[in-house]
Every structure is written in structure tokens, then in C-alpha cells.
């Protein structure tokens, strides 16, 4: 397919999507990315589609379409993704926020009375995405958001200054450097992913997303591993774990938090493809 010299959203659009098809990567990048630069929702964008593409948006779109052409997610070639109602700053310090993980934020939210005072920490947050969405559904909550990259806390800084939201950022390898003081909640999305997995993962996720964040030792389990010796210190007597985890960790993971911390309640919870994707471990009053 030629490439049109004055296109309309329609034309610009379709032309995208032929050079995605042809790389055999989702045309639906094509939408995403022209709804992204063009600063307009779906609706506006199907009323103006056959207005001409302004010769700005025009040549930015040509460009970023050839970066995701090359491999690039379309969400760091924009500089943002959408999280829970949010729009985030993502670049190539942290991960990209996915969909499965606004189900965990989900889970918390209908969980726990909204008119409850929580503390809630965040592990690993990354762009801040959990974090920063918790707070904004629930702004007399007291929010902390660690991790242990500094340039992933300063994206997360931004968002949150950008965002108005109100979230304690600390630097902290797991809970080493977080506040003495019990949290009601701890959240974590951390790494899960074991090496081995890395010859059926998608190639843009592994040449452009942080490695770090991404994969973790002991067939992915080392950092859950980790939180298990440590995290009931660091909640209350009725705190909750809230954890996602990778589609087969499931079973491991329950033995796990049911060994490690005896008194909790272990509870697996599947995400809308009907798998086991996020673990609640919930402490009880027993405990000493």
C-alpha cells in the first residue's frame, strides 16, 4: 500500500495498519497510537475520519508507526499508557502497565471498606501504576510506593506530581527500607517471570521493557520467596498480602504463604480468562 501525502484519520489509519499487518504485528496499534498523538477518544476520532490528518500529527505518526514497525511498544514510543481511568508516563524504566494488574487493583478495592483507614504500601511499584490508581479511588488513605530502581521512582514521582495524587515514594529492595510501622495492606507486582520462559515471550517485551522487572530466580519464585520470611512483620494483626503472580505459580505460591505464615488465610483468585493470577494472604488476630 502507498503511503498517502495528505491522509485523512481514515487513510492515515488504514495505511498504519497495512504496515503492521505486513510486519505481522496487532494492527490495533495502529488505533492506539493515532488516538494517542491526535489527542482525541474514540468518538471524536471516528467523527473526523474523513477530515485530514494535520501534517504534525501526520508526520509524528509515520514516525512512531516506524518505531513499532522496528519492534518498539507503542506505549513507549507515546510516552504513556492508560491504568485504571489513569493516563501514566511510562518509558523504558519501567514496565509497561498491563490490564491483568488493574483486576489485583480491583480485588482491593471491593475488598476493603472504603470508609476503612489504611495504610497501604506498594512493592515494586514501577510507574506507580497500583499505587497511584489505589489513591486516586481512595484519597483518605495513606499510600507508600517503593522500589528498588531510582530512575523507575522517578517516573513514578512524575505521575504522581502530574496526577496531583498524594503517594510516599521510598527506595527499598523489597521491605528493607520501608517504614517500621505496620501497613493494613502490601501490595506487589513483582518480577515472576523465570528465564526459561524467555523463548515464547513476545521479542518487544524482552529488547525494550526493563529486565529487572521482569524476571526473577528459582523459576521466577525468589522474590515471592523473599516477601514470605518478612512481610507478616510488617503488618498489622489483620493485614492483608495482596500478590499477582504468573498464570502456573499459583499452587507453589499457596503452599508457600500457607508454610510460611500459618496463621494467615491463603486465598488464589482468577482473573477474567479464568485463570489463578493474584493471591490475598490475610492475617488473623491470632497471631503473636
Not at 18 to 29: I, N, R, V, Y
Not at 215 to 225: M, P, T, V
Amino acid at each position: 500500500m502507498n503511503k498517502p501525502t495528505q491522509p485523512t484519520y481514515f487513510e492515515a489509519q488504514q495505511w498504519a495498519s497495512f504496515c503492521l499487518k505486513t510486519a505481522q504485528l496487532p494492527t490495533d496499534s495502529a488505533r492506539f497510537l493515532l488516538l494517542g498523538l491526535s489527542r482525541l477518544d474514540q468518538t471524536q476520532l471516528l467523527i473526523r475520519y474523513r477530515e485530514p490528518l494535520p501534517s504534525a500529527v501526520w508526520h509524528a505518526y509515520q514516525q512512531g508507526i516506524d518505531r513499532v514497525v522496528a519492534g518498539e511498544p507503542v506505549q513507549y514510543v507515546l510516552g504513556d499508557a492508560p491504568f485504571y481511568g489513569l493516563t501514566l508516563q511510562v518509558d523504558p524504566a519501567v514496565l509497561i502497565p498491563r490490564v491483568e494488574t488493574e483486576e489485583l487493583v480491583d480485588w482491593i478495592l471491593t475488598d476493603v471498606p472504603a470508609t476503612a483507614p489504611v495504610r497501604l504500601l506498594d512493592v515494586g511499584t514501577g510507574s506507580g501504576a497500583i499505587a497511584l490508581a489505589i489513591k486516586h479511588e481512595r484519597p483518605a488513605w495513606e499510600i507508600t510506593a517503593s522500589d528498588i530502581s531510582t530512575a523507575a521512582l522517578q517516573v513514578a514521582k512524575a505521575n504522581a506530581d502530574r496526577l496531583h495524587l498524594d503517594v510516599k515514594l521510598v527506595h527499598s529492595d523489597l521491605l528493607t527500607s520501608v517504614s517500621a510501622q505496620p501497613f493494613d495492606i502490601i501490595v506487589s507486582n513483582p518480577p515472576y517471570i523465570a528465564a526459561s520462559e524467555k523463548d515464547v515471550m513476545d521479542a518487544s517485551v524482552l529488547a525494550h521493557e526493563p529486565q529487572t522487572a521482569l524476571f526473577a530466580d528459582h523459576d521466577g519464585l525468589a522474590l515471592y520467596e523473599q516477601l514470605a520470611t518478612t512481610v507478616a512483620d510488617h503488618l498489622t494483626s489483620t493485614g492483608r498480602l495482596y500478590l499477582e503472580f504468573g498464570y502456573h505459580q499459583g499452587p507453589a505460591l499457596q503452599t508457600l504463604f500457607a508454610q510460611s505464615m500459618p496463621d494467615a488465610t491463603v486465598t488464589l483468585r482468577q482473573d477474567m480468562a479464568g485463570h489463578n493470577r493474584m493471591l490475598r494472604v490475610a492475617m488473623t488476630l491470632t497471631r503473636q
